[in-house]
């Protein structure tokens, strides 16, 4: 078919010879190649499959039947001439999940996600997206670091999965074995009674086979994940090492892509095993039953109570850096909190006046935020928006999460408020501030999200010096390290309990169930309250002076940061499996 304006081309090139040689160009326009000079490439439509050079280009956008294609522009564009002419060497197969008879050919970087055309013309167009032809930059996964990282993650998990199997029969052994001395001990005191105990002998025991069954329901689901886990990995690491074997590197590239999202989904499934609250049991008799024989009591407890000091799961611990080669002096975390179970992000109030977030999973910092006044404390306000308090200036900073990037938020930029602002808490269109200065009284306010003032909490018997915030949808609790307490409120600033610590408290973090988690920076504990402020443990030792503090409930993970003055404050500490819930003691 003629293209309109292409004859005005050909007679200024007549006189070039060397346009019309087949050399001249890497890629080069294919439409214009059928009938007239072989000219440079300048852009490439996805739905007719075709490199064009900048005259069919804009002839392609004006032209009727195909003003609506997807055109990628000279950086985007595959460097060979088309999906159907590359020479690539593996056969490149792979069928797009979404659509499920396109081939996956582009990979959008801003994304990370694999792309078919049709992806490409609906959803992730060049203009807003980062893409590039797969076969283009495939090459370069042959033996690459990403390979060998892929690789080592696969060899982790595997590890890891093994080993909470192991834990978990082991756990589980015990725990039946206990039930076992148990029911033994049951025996032996039901000869010291009568027949009329035959019923709480049946229910007791009947309990028993319960927990039982829990805990092979626990180990089975145990199984099934760590099974189910090891065996794709395993799956794709042949698959990985096949291709890259056999220098597939475009099967390769998609497999490594693939694996790497299939690897950190089975990081949250692996983390969570951990939840299962399995317990070892001791039948305690009841001493005064054969006084109590003519009367309805009951004949014992089977009490649940962690497993022996060997056998128990020791915290988890794990350090995350989060120095950045921008930052210009050490670093000093004091806020936290988590957009996603995979993104935490933190408050730098050292020098380096930034806003960070952390791949928790690849400890890595994935985007950095600066600031012209120092950053206390921040907390997300929805999925893609968090809120930072500024004490130096008095302001409170929105910023703008995209596509794992910080951006401040150009809409409500800044909330100025009145008085020096340091802990923050959210929920839903409410903020919870605390105030803290050396020339005006302590407070705390909630206020609305545009910077209405609901109740302000102005009271020196209650707060002198308020550092730390965390809030649910019902309480708020405030921490001070003046008058050494943990405080309850409701969201209308009514005192609803208060805590009385030993020690000086810092971050406060609240659990789904309501217990509160603190950190003493002077003992080197993270200690955990009751809800209703009335009784209080140490839970985490040896964490060196926690600042912030902040709970992971889908992970049941804490994570702190330190106040002491050395490299450490450069880094996160990650602790798991420490959380016991309380014990369980069931009357029978």
Known sequence: MAVPGKRLIKIFS???????????????????????????????????????????????????????????????MPQSLSPGISNQSDSFKKLCPKHGTELIMFYCHDHKALLCSVCVSNEHTAASCKLNYIPDIS??????????????????????????????????????QSLADALADI???????????????????????????????????????????????????????????????????????????MIKDFGQSVARLSEYDVREYTFEPNEAILNLLHKEGFMGTLK?????????????????????????????????????????????FSDNMAIKMVDIYRKSVLSQQCFDSRPRDVTSVSHNELAVTLPDIQTIQFIYVSRNNLTKNQLLSTLKVDGNCWGIGSYKDKLVVSFK????????????????????????????????????????????SKMKTVTKLNWRGEVKGKYVCTD?????????????????????????????????????????????????ADTCTMYTSTLDFTEERNYISKSSNFYNRDKLIFHF
């Not at 930052?327 to 806020?335: E, M």
């Open 504 to 552: 000086k408290p810092c971050g406060v973090a609240m659990t789904e169930d309501g217990t509160v988690f603190v950190g003493y920076r002077t003992s080197n504990v993270v200690g955990e309250i009751s809800g209703d402020c009335t009784e209080g443990q140490v839970v985490l030792k040896n964490i060196q002076s926690p600042q912030a503090v902040y709970w992971s």
């Open 437 to 480: 200065s050396l020339l005006r009284p302590a407070k705390v306010q909630i206020l609305l999200i545009n910077g209405t003032v609901l109740h302000t909490i102005e009271d020196e018997n209650i707060f002198k010096n308020p550092v730390y915030v965390t809030s649910c949808d019902t309480c708020i609790y405030v921490s001070d």
């Open 304 to 348: 649940g109570r962690a497993p022996s000091f060997k056998s128990r799961q020791c915290p988890h611990l794990d350090k995350i850096c989060i120095k950045t080669s921008q930052d210009k002096n050490p670093c000093w975390i004091t806020g936290m909190t988590l957009l996603t179970p995979d993104l935490l992000i933190i408050a730098d």
């Open 14 to 76: 007549s006189s070039t010879t060397s346009m019309g040689s087949e050399e001249d160009y890497k890629v080069y326009c294919q439409l214009c190649d059928r009938s007239g000079p072989r000219l440079p490439a300048h852009g490439f439509c996805i739905n007719c499959s075709e490199h064009l050079c900048q005259t069919c280009c804009t002839v392609h956008r004006q032209q009727t039947f195909s003003r609506h294609h997807v055109l990628l522009d000279k950086s985007s």
């Open 187 to 261: 025996n032996k005191f039901r000869t010291k009674i009568n027949q009329r105990l035959d019923k709480m002998e049946k229910q007791v025991k009947e309990a028993a086979k319960v927990i039982q069954k829990d805990n092979s329901k626990n180990l089975t689901q145990v199984e099934t994940v760590c099974g189910d886990v090891s065996k794709s990995l395993k799956l794709a690491s042949n698959a990985i090492k096949h291709f890259n074997i056999s220098k597939q590197p475009s099967n390769l590239f998609v497999e490594l892509k693939q694996t790497e999202q």
């Open 139 to 176: 090459g370069q996964s042959i033996n690459s670091k990403e390979y060998q990282d892929v690789l080592k993650e696969i060899n982790d998990m595997t590890e890891r999965c093994n080993k909470s199997l192991k834990d978990m029969k082991k756990i589980n052994d015990e725990s039946n």
